[in-house]
């Protein structure tokens, strides 16, 4: 059976042009893991790696390894880890102290990544649009039943789950692994940890062991379910596609734009009074000054005028930064193949 239009590279890039999609690309994605709402496997899309990112993932898997794959996942897996372990600490402190404005740029960015996938998913048919339809759905129940940013003492399995959609989002176009993992709780623990990873290894007070152990209890058990994900995610992705192309690109462009339902921007965190329930314990008025205000509930305001406007525009700056990424990549694409 011939693979879908994902899959196929009838045009191989030249050397130099494969690695600077990779570093590009691995940048992107690392960021896109960073924060809710915007997806790695779309960031690929736009700089015009995907295709290869996911034969390159199934040489690997089934024991095959080319030298132009093994080249191109380990620029892609180098520079996204860059970029989350150099970043994770500002993003999670952006999220915390402007989430209205952080998530306003989120739902842009998300926003942008629908043509991407629907130029994969065209023409449309009745398939096409029942899996969109089951895709949005399975988004929206999710946002409904959103569980906030924090959770009690993680547990491995759910360490693992959390690596798992990790890796959902590097490979799936339209899945973001920061909205997955609001969903699940483990979004700012998680970056809480890489932070303390970084801060162990290159600290200003410099190495500190007890410190990297510390994140490591998170980040080994995430790291774990991030192979397990990659490996199990890119062959069901590429055995999907294979056997019911329009449905499973129609899930994935209803997951991508049902993903907007849950970053309504205008959330604010609470300060907790004693008697509030934080991590499953009940505080005194004597711990309110050490809890983290990422531990603080989050609920709506009624944004103002101001508000809604730079809301309205940070949504447009999203849009047109994921749409301008794929248009430089496809022009890049078509001066090469003249």
């Known amino acids: 059976m011939t693979h879908p239009p994902v899959y196929e590279s009838h045009h191989v890039l030249p050397l130099r042009s494969l690695v600077f999609r990779a570093a590009l690309g691995g940048i992107l994605m690392g960021l896109a893991n960073l924060v809710p709402g915007i997806s790695g496997g779309t960031m690929l899309l736009a700089a015009g790696i ?40 500002p993003t999670r402190d952006l999220v915390v102290e402007q989430r209205w404005i952080m998530y306003s740029l989120f739902v842009g960015l998300t926003l942008g990544g629908v043509p991407l996938v629907w130029r994969l998913a065209r023409p449309a048919t009745p398939t096409l649009w029942a899996g969109a339809a089951a895709g949005f759905a399975i988004m929206v129940l999710m946002a409904l039943g959103d569980t906030g940013q924090t959770s009690d003492e993680a547990s491995t399995g759910l360490l693992l789950l959390s690596g798992m959609a990790g890796a959902g989002a590097m490979i799936l176009p339209g899945i973001s692994g920061g909205y997955l993992l609001l ?156």
Do not use: C
């Open 50 to 89: 995907y295709p290869a990112f996911i034969a390159s993932i199934a040489e690997v898997t089934t024991l095959r390894f080319a030298r132009r794959s093994l080249i191109l996942l380990g620029i892609v897996a180098g520079s996204a880890g860059t970029a989350i372990l150099l970043l994770a600490g």
């Open 183 to 338: 969903l699940l709780g483990q979004y700012l623990p998680i970056l809480g940890a890489i932070d303390k990873a970084k801060q162990a290894l290159i600290g200003e007070a410099g190495f500190d062991l007890p410190l990297l152990m510390e994140a490591a209890t998170v980040a080994v058990p995430v790291g774990i379910g991030v192979v397990i994900g990659i490996v199990g995610i890119s062959n069901l992705l590429r055995w999907t596609l294979d056997r019911f192309p329009k449905a499973t690109l129609g899930l994935l462009l209803g997951l991508l734009v049902g993903a907007v339902a849950g970053l309504w921007p205008f959330q604010h965190g609470v300060a907790p009074e004693a008697g509030d329930l934080i991590k499953g314990q009940i505080v005194s008025a004597a711990d309110l000054a050490e809890i983290d205000p990422e531990d603080w509930r989050v609920e709506r305001f009624d944004p103002s005028g101001s508000q809604s406007a730079g809301a309205a525009g940070l949504i447009l700056l999203g849009l047109g930064a994921t749409l301008l990424i794929d248009r430089i990549g496809r022009r890049d694409e078509n001066a090469e193949e003249g």
